[in-house]
């Protein structure tokens, strides 16, 4: 198993731009999760999912969309980057909505 | 609400002492505990949770938890550190039925040789 994958790893948005930021999970996982880690901030939630075509907002949605069309696949949407969206990405999933297992996370910076 | 608060920015502690890192948590039902460790420029890694039964939970790589009702704590710990326990630990919670965790903010833990 791959368990969760993220690309890009790095990425710099100039700001106004629009990216994707991919995730997929191949353990078969019905939760989905979306965080952004900030130096000394811990995690902030951005979306999650509990299933295929089910979303939801999380604590800091604003600037962010999600889809998931299918159980494996999660992606997030930028649509027009600030700075403020300057941080790490981290997608994660879980089997049963308790302990979530991480991807390897990608770095925008928006500049 | 469910909250997380780790008291301490970094913990530093010598080769071979024991490790202690902290944790204390609010919840309005049944909290369902977790530990995670993030090694640089990595994604987070599942430690140990408590979701009921033993108050003393073990974990990976030799770390345990206590859960402790009464002081709605739950901190970290591992008898004998190693250099190689040096990274950021995050602690998480969510009520019973609740999708979402709540994670602390992390404590930096620096194991000196």
């Known amino acids: 198993n791959a368990g969760v994958t993220q690309t890009p790893k790095f990425r710099i948005l100039k700001i106004g731009q629009s990216m994707t930021l991919q995730c997929a999970q191949d353990?078969?996982?019905?939760?989905m999760y979306w965080y952004r880690q900030d130096p000394g901030m811990g995690l902030k939630l951005i979306y999650y999912s509990v299933g295929a075509g089910i979303t939801d907002k999380g604590e800091v949605p604003n600037g962010y969309n999600v889809s998931r069309s299918t159980t494996e696949d999660f992606p997030l949407r930028l649509e027009l980057a600030a700075p403020s969206q300057t941080s790490v990405y981290f997608c994660a999933s879980s089997y049963s909505g308790n302990e979530q297992y991480f991807g390897p996370g990608t770095r925008l910076t928006v500049t | 609400a469910q909250s997380v608060a780790q008291p301490e920015d970094q913990v530093n502690v010598a080769e071979g002492n024991p490790l202690t890192v902290k944790c204390t948590y609010s919840v309005s039902g049944n909290p369902y505990l977790f530990w995670y460790v993030q090694y640089p420029n990595r994604g987070l890694q599942f430690l140990l949770k408590y979701i009921t039964g033993d108050n003393l939970v073990k974990g990976s790589y030799g770390f345990e938890a206590e859960f402790n009702k009464s002081q709605t704590s739950f901190h970290l710990k591992k008898p004998s550190a190693l250099v190689s326990d040096s990274a950021l630990y995050f602690c998480?919670?969510?009520?019973?039925?609740?999708?979402?965790?709540?994670f602390g903010k992390g404590n930096q833990v620096v194991v000196i040789p």
């Open positions: 353990m078969n996982h019905n939760y």
């Open positions: 998480a919670v969510k009520d019973y039925g609740n999708n979402r965790l709540a």
